[in-house]
């Protein structure tokens, strides 16, 4: 019988899973089992083509990851939300060491906010992308190695730059970073070059992560 929706592919996966992956890491696999100790707090997009593991050269247990349209972490107040709940439980629970906020290449996020007409029948969506308004008032300076996206990787970056200070700005983040236990880090991952590059806060500009 057919699965239809292209559910083969996944299934033949699982089957490749179970038996080439597993069984070399079973031994990882039962300590996983009995708990989680990750040491990164990654909020990132949810596009299809930003692979934290592939990318950081992680895996199971390592990176806490919560992803949403446009990389966003909502401004701190009294409204919950996934993301900000996910962020308290990382730094107060899980006591993750370092957060890291990522934004990337390409983002449909981003190209939404520049033309909010394409958003006129995604009314969930128009609302959500009022989180990514403040990267008009972070743009980045033009960098010639974008070619014709450069003004598009401009208001990504700024983007980061905005959800960073947000990140910051979470009572449990702020907390913890006074108290030295966690650093927030704020990358742009460039999906043509594959290169990262980390936004430094006292030149305030973006930097290659490896140089
Ligand atoms: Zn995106």
Not at 109 to 117: H, T
Not at 131 to 138: Q, W
Request: aromatic share 8%; glycine share 10%; hydrophobic share 40%.
């Amino acid at each position: 019988m057919g699965l239809g929706g292209g559910m083969e592919r996944l299934i033949d996966g699982h089957k490749r899973f179970l038996a080439e992956v597993f069984p070399g890491r079973r031994d990882q696999f039962h300590l996983l089992a009995e708990g989680q100790a990750p040491e990164w707090l990654f909020i990132t997009c949810s596009d299809s083509r930003v692979v934290p593991d592939l990318i950081l050269g992680t895996g199971p247990g390592d990176l806490f990851i919560t992803r949403n349209a446009g990389n966003v972490v909502p401004i701190a107040s009294h409204d919950v939300d996934g993301v900000t709940a996910t962020i308290e439980y990382a730094v107060e629970v899980l006591k993750v060491k370092s957060a890291i906020l990522c934004g990337h290449s390409d983002c449909g996020a981003l190209k939404a906010a520049l033309d909010r007409e394409a958003l006129e029948k995604l009314p969930k969506a128009h609302r959500w992308l009022h989180h990514v308004e403040a990267a008009f008032s972070h743009r980045q300076p033009l960098n010639p190695a974008d070619g014709e996206h450069a003004e598009l990787a401009s208001l990504i970056r700024g983007n980061v730059v905005a959800q960073w200070m947000n990140l910051k700005t979470q009572p449990s983040v702020a907390r913890a970073v006074a108290e030295g236990r966690l650093t927030v880090h704020a990358w742009y991952y460039d999906i043509l070059s594959g290169k990262i590059e980390q936004y430094d806060e006292s030149m305030r500009r973006f930097l290659p992560l490896v140089g």
